[in-house]
């Protein structure tokens, strides 16, 4: 199967070396293997043919063997990560056809039943703004490693300490949890959490700290955010002058 993922990640597929390799997942997706592994690489594979309608039953199917027959656990879920990707890449499909409800459950399932970040952050942008589970889900993200997360939870904590409702006390504590969140996106590279510590820094007073921030999202390959940052620096420094 490696040399399947090579050649899907490199669009090699149309070669003729692919062709009996293809023929053997083939094999393997069907009955009676119905490998998960297999259904799931030949999605994929499907998917990159323009070929959903096959894709969306392969990860349908692949998804449908999480549940065990076991007379002791009837219908208990098997966690897998194939599974969780079967859901999750059946969800999207769903999403492109506006199918929010199929996608929510997809997604559903693949965080609450298999534990799956990126299961958590789907399923996180499909609550309404005012659902407290968009702050749950969006933390289990974060919490597992998705930076996306990490940069939102620590905007949203940002945004909590600048509620008017707030005891002095919380929203220090806001402030200082949405600097930990951002500093783990910014540290890994998440430009926007650089310029949003940018921010912070600024407004608290610490505008060299702030500099730094900026200095090094202005590094960064994203050729807007760099601008960006740089635009933002020349500004803050004639500020000062």
């Given amino acids: 199967m490696f040399f399947l993922e090579s050649g899907l990640r490199n669009d090699y597929l149309g070669?003729?070396?692919?062709?009996?390799?293809?023929?053997?997942?083939?094999?393997l997706a069907a009955p009676p293997s119905s490998s998960p592994k297999a259904m799931v690489l030949l999605g994929r594979i499907y998917e990159s043919q323009k070929r959903e309608d096959e894709a969306l039953d392969l990860f349908r199917r692949a998804a449908l063997s999480a549940v065990r027959k076991d007379p002791s656990h009837p219908l208990k879920p098997v966690r897998?990560?194939?599974?969780?990707?079967?859901?999750?890449?059946?969800?999207?499909?769903?999403?492109?056809?506006?199918?929010?409800?199929?996608?929510?459950?997809?997604?559903?399932?693949?965080?609450?039943?298999?534990?799956?970040?990126?299961?958590?952050?789907?399923?996180?942008?499909?609550?309404?703004?005012?659902?407290?589970?968009?702050?749950?889900?969006?933390?289990k993200a974060a919490s597992s490693g998705i930076l996306e997360a990490c940069h939102e939870v620590g905007t949203l904590q940002l945004g909590k300490a600048r509620g008017s409702q707030m005891a002095a006390k919380e929203k220090t504590e806001a402030v200082e949890m949405g600097k930990e969140w951002l500093f783990l996106a910014a540290s890994a590279g998440v430009v926007e959490s650089m310029l949003s510590l940018a921010e912070v820094f600024r407004a608290e007073g610490k505008l060299e700290m702030g500099m730094r921030w900026l200095r090094l999202a202005e590094e960064a390959k994203d050729?807007?955010?760099?601008?960006?940052?740089?635009?933002?620096r020349g500004r803050w420094l004639a500020d000062t002058a």
């Fill in 15 to 27: 070669r003729p070396e692919f062709v009996a390799p293809l023929k053997e997942l083939q094999a």
């Fill in 223 to 232: 050729v807007t955010m760099a601008t960006k940052a740089k635009e933002l």
């Fill in 80 to 139: 897998s990560n194939e599974i969780a990707q079967a859901l999750i890449r059946q969800g999207k499909i769903l999403q492109r056809r506006f199918d929010s409800a199929g996608a929510e459950a997809a997604f559903r399932q693949a965080a609450l039943e298999h534990d799956n970040p990126e299961g958590y952050y789907l399923l996180a942008h499909l609550q309404g703004p005012e659902s407290p589970n968009r702050e749950v889900y969006l933390t």
